[in-house]
Each structure stands twice: as C-alpha cells, then as structure tokens.
C-alpha cells in the first residue's frame, strides 16, 4: 500500500526558510515521480516542483523558481521541497503526490498522481 507522509510545516516570518520532508512507502521510488502541491486559502490546488529518479527533469512553477529546491534521498525514500524567502504567498496546505505511471507532459496536473499525503499547513506572516 503507497502511502505519502509530509512533515516540516509550520508558521515562519516572510524572508523565512522551511524544509518540507515526504516520506514514501510502499512504492517502487526510483519508479515513481513525486511531487509537491500547495493550496493557498480560499484557491485551487496549483503545482509547485516535481522530481524523478528516473528524468534528469525537475519542473518548478514560476512563482517558485529560484526560491524553491525539490530533492530526493533514495535511500530514505524521501522527497524533500527546501523553500526559501518565503512570502505570505506561499502560504497554504502543501501536499506531495506520486505516480508509477505518469508521463512527463502531465507532471503539472493533478489527476495525473494517484497517491497523496495529508497535507502540511505552511503559513508565512508577521
């Protein structure tokens, strides 16, 4: 059985850094693509950085480049997001999502992860 586990949330001053840890069992993880996801309050769920062991591709949106680095320890079947100067923005529930089977031009899109955590409550402020 996959599960996705997120921990590293929390409340932190704009210009702050967090590192947002995904612990993967039950899944194939040189396999499998695993991404992070954000919902801002009161917006859709939207893309944040996706990475694989197996493309040599990690996908980030815009409105994280250069902020934000997503990193894997295959040893720990561990995807890490660390993010930096962080923003009341960036604030939202962050999830992470895997897929065994996803195709590299659906990596941004939901529908293509089958398998997702519970969510960590990240929020920036003063």
């Known amino acids: 059985q996959v599960q996705l586990t997120e921990s590293g949330g929390g409340l932190v001053q704009p210009g702050g850094s967090l590192r947002l840890s995904c612990a993967c069992s039950?899944?194939?993880?040189?396999?499998?693509?695993v991404a992070w996801f954000r919902q801002p309050p009161g917006k859709e769920r939207e893309f944040v950085a996706a990475?694989?062991?197996?493309?040599?591709?990690?996908p980030y949106a815009n409105s994280v480049k250069g902020r934000f680095t997503i990193s894997k320890d295959s040893a720990r079947s561990t995807v890490y997001l660390q993010m930096n100067n962080l923003t009341p923005a960036d604030t939202g529930v962050y999830y992470c999502a895997a897929s065994g089977t996803i195709i590299l031009s659906q990596w941004r899109s939901q529908s293509g992860y089958g398998c997702w955590g519970q969510g960590t409550q990240v929020t920036v402020s003063s």
């Open positions: 990475v694989s062991q197996r493309h040599g591709t990690t």
């Open positions: 039950g899944v194939t993880f040189s396999r499998y693509v």
